[in-house]
Structures are given as structure tokens and as C-alpha cells.
């Protein structure tokens, strides 16, 4: 499942996709190794903004039960500043399986003591 998440301004990001499943059925069988995963991140809350990130291949984890990742360096980022809203769109495209999903995320500043 994709989870909330804070974009951390200044910071290479890492993006995941986390427990996919091979179907919607109450299947228990974890989708693993499919290149169909992608992710596109917009620099406001909705797909009328700018794509920044736009449809980026997310590489799965070897020995996980369904996570891809990719990482977006914080200079292909440099549009996420503090107190933006911004918009992650998760698709797969897998054998015949789609399925989008949306996820809304904040930029914050990283502070330190």
C-alpha cells in the first residue's frame, strides 16, 4: 500500500509502493518483479499541475513481498519547497492487471538540533 508521506525539501527522496498484490480478489500472492510499475509526482494537489517526476519506473525490492522504489534525487525535485501540497500517482500495468492510485503529500523543511 502506498502511505502518506512528507516530501523533505532539499532531500534526495526515496518513493514506494509497498504489499502489491496480484489481484483484487483477496488473493495472498504478492505481485513481485513486474517492470509495469511507475510513479508520477506533481508539484500541486491534483494532475493539472506540473508534472516534475512524470511516469518513473519504480524497481522492485528483491526478497519483499511486493515493494518498488525509486529514488528522485533532491535536483530533480527542486519545485517541492516548504508549505507546498503536491500529488503522487501510482500506476501498474502488469498482465492484463491496472490499477492507479493517488496519494497527496506536504513539503517540509528538515530541521536539526
Given at each position: ?60 525490492v528483491a526478497a519483499t513481498n ?41 513539503a517540509q523543511l528538515r530541521r536539526?538540533?
Amino acid at each position: 500500500m502506498a502511505q502518506p508521506f512528507i516530501w523533505l525539501e532539499g532531500n534526495d527522496m526515496l518513493v514506494s509502493l509497498a504489499g502489491l498484490r496480484s489481484s483484487t480478489m483477496a488473493s495472498t500472492s504478492f505481485l513481485n518483479s513486474s517492470t509495469g510499475v511507475r510513479v508520477t509526482l506533481y508539484d500541486g494537489p491534483t494532475t493539472g499541475a506540473t508534472a516534475v517526476i512524470n511516469n518513473r519506473l519504480l524497481s522492485y525490492v528483491a526478497a519483499t513481498n511486493g515493494i518498488y522504489r525509486t529514488v528522485v534525487q533532491s535536483t530533480e525535485s527542486t519545485a517541492f519547497r516548504r508549505g507546498d501540497e503536491g500529488l503522487g500517482v501510482f500506476t501498474v500495468n502488469h498482465s492484463g492487471m491496472n490499477a492507479k492510485f493517488y496519494l497527496s503529500f506536504s513539503a517540509q523543511l528538515r530541521r536539526t538540533s
